[in-house]
């Protein structure tokens, strides 16, 4: 690490919901920013107003706040090196767009979109570099007076960048190593439009990143083919000295492993490819999030630090402190990862398990809620403590302990055919007498009285308890028998038995 203070960026587009690709780029910032004591920038990067969508900017911020992801400065924000809306700083790259057709580092071109197809028809591979520039129309072939009368016209233009050829451009990647692109594939891109007054994102972004002093440029490997360009535009410039150090992170693969993750393969597998539910302003099409399914944000975000990212250890269950302590870039993996939304699944079973009891059945009580269910908090927070195990989801919850809440009006067919004897009825009755006569209600002394009685009578323990278990869940799942007792005390506990022989004898 240079003495440069760290300043990162994430700069999403504001097209619509955030994949989770996307949410990924940003916690790497995240986390290096942090262990570093750098700042993490948000930036709207909003240069291409055709394709913006109403909701979308605040979408992605109430992603972050979500996810807890939390960002230093940029929009809604606030800091010292803004505007940080792309759109908001049109002037700023307008004189940067001057300072390279000053040098001579830039030109303008007037070729039209249909002398542009002309062209490709003409030349097979048609590419806009130093070998074809010199037969379109722009400003290195016409006069000066007439590219002034052009544009005096109000004629459209772009601004292209002048790519020198057979030059091997060196982008030295954290993650990759040394990239050496010959400069002669690349073509001369258009840095600036004059039919929208805006930038395209390989000229907003460097003048951004420059000016916000961002001293690491942390995105994915979809940006590796333009980086010899964004390193010659930073020579260009003349600030190659404080360019950022790069790294493009390895791409999000499909669960299995052909081609880059995307929103159809969530839809066909049922898995979220958003944090948040999304609902398209366009198409009114509703899309599912980690945040709608269920999941806790501290297990998205465990889950996917560890998509293209290892901490050198056996280690899978990271807090977010810990994930910043452990966080290496050079441990990000060159090849994509596979998207396993099973072991996401597994992470938010694992949060779960790992949760206070108390903090879970604050999460459980809505549930409870929706079903008219008014139960103490004590209670609920005991029964999350017996369940949790069971469950990848809170709202699974319901269903894996309803009974603890609802006594049973109907009891399995099957679990009754296999569990309940000729004599069940009849032991039943003596046992539903003999916990009614339990002053000591106590999980403890309810089993020693019960197992003792048992013993004594000489009955058949696993048909005792399977037939007890039948009486009060109404199947034959659920945790141990006198942890279930304890939770519904006596009088429910001896009022389920009694009505279960009613109804089954």
Not at 35 to 43: V, Y
Not at 281 to 299: D, I
Not at 364 to 370: A, N, R, S, W
Request: hydrophobic share 40%; net charge negative; charged share 30%.
């Amino acid at each position: 690490m240079s003495e440069r203070k760290v300043r990162v960026r994430f700069a999403p587009s504001p097209t619509g919901a955030l994949h989770i690709g996307g949410v990924r780029t940003a916690l790497y910032n995240y986390l290096f920013a942090r262990q570093h004591g750098g700042d993490l920038i948000f930036r709207i990067e909003d240069t291409d107003s055709n394709r913006f969508v109403p909701g979308a900017e605040e979408y992605i911020i109430e992603s972050f706040n979500w996810l807890g992801i939390k960002f230093d400065e940029g929009v809604s924000f606030g800091g010292n090196y803004g505007p940080y809306r792309q759109s908001e700083r049109r002037d700023i790259y307008k004189k940067y767009v001057q300072v390279l057709l000053d040098n001579g580092k830039a030109y303008i071109a007037f070729d039209t979109p249909e002398e542009l197809d002309a062209k490709r028809k003409e030349i097979p591979n048609f590419q806009y570099d130093a070998t074809t520039r010199l037969s379109m129309r722009n400003s290195l072939t016409l006069p000066k007076e007439e590219v002034d009368r052009l544009i005096a016209e109000g004629q459209q233009y772009v601004v292209r960048f002048k790519i020198e050829p057979n030059e091997d451009v060196h982008v030295h990647d954290i993650i990759r190593g040394e990239v050496v692109i010959n400069s002669s594939i690349l073509d001369d891109k258009v840095l600036y439009k004059s039919a929208d007054e805006l930038p395209t994102y390989h000229l907003a972004n460097i003048v951004d990143d420059h000016l916000m002093e961002v001293s690491h440029v942390i995105r994915g490997e979809e940006w590796l083919p333009s980086a010899p360009l964004h390193v010659l535009l930073y020579r260009a410039f003349g600030w190659e000295d404080t360019m950022p150090e790069f790294a493009h992170l390895p791409l999000l693969l499909k669960p299995d492993g052909n081609g880059k993750l995307s929103k159809r393969d969530g839809d066909r597998l049922g898995f979220p490819v958003f944090p948040l539910e999304w609902h398209d302003p366009k198409t009114g099409e509703v899309s599912s999030g980690y945040r709608e399914s269920g999941y806790l944000p501290e297990a998205v975000i465990n889950f996917l630090a560890l998509l293209g990212w290892n901490p050198g250890n056996d280690q899978e269950l990271m807090s977010m402190d810990e994930l910043i302590k452990l966080f290496d870039l050079h441990r990000c993996s060159k090849a994509g990862a596979k998207f396993d939304y099973e072991k996401g699944k597994w992470f938010n079973h694992e949060y779960i398990i790992h949760m206070d009891d108390r903090k879970l059945a604050e999460l459980f009580m809505p549930i409870l809620k929706e079903h008219g269910i008014e139960a103490p908090m004590d209670t609920v927070a005991t029964v999350m403590g017996l369940m949790k195990g069971r469950v990848s989801f809170i709202k699974e919850l319901w269903d894996t302990c309803k009974f603890f809440f609802v006594a049973p009006t109907e009891y399995d067919e099957k679990t009754v055919k296999k569990r309940w004897k000729e004599d069940s009825a009849v032991c039943m009755a003596e046992l539903a007498d003999l916990l009614e006569s339990l002053d000591d209600f106590s999980l403890e002394h309810q089993e020693q009285v019960v197992m003792k009685w048992i013993e004594d009578k000489g009955y058949h323990m696993g048909n005792i308890m399977n037939a007890f278990r039948l009486t009060l869940v109404g199947e034959g799942k659920g945790p141990h028998m006198f942890d279930i007792t304890a939770v519904l005390g006596k009088e429910e506990t001896v009022r389920r038995m009694r009505r279960a022989i009613e109804v089954l004898k």
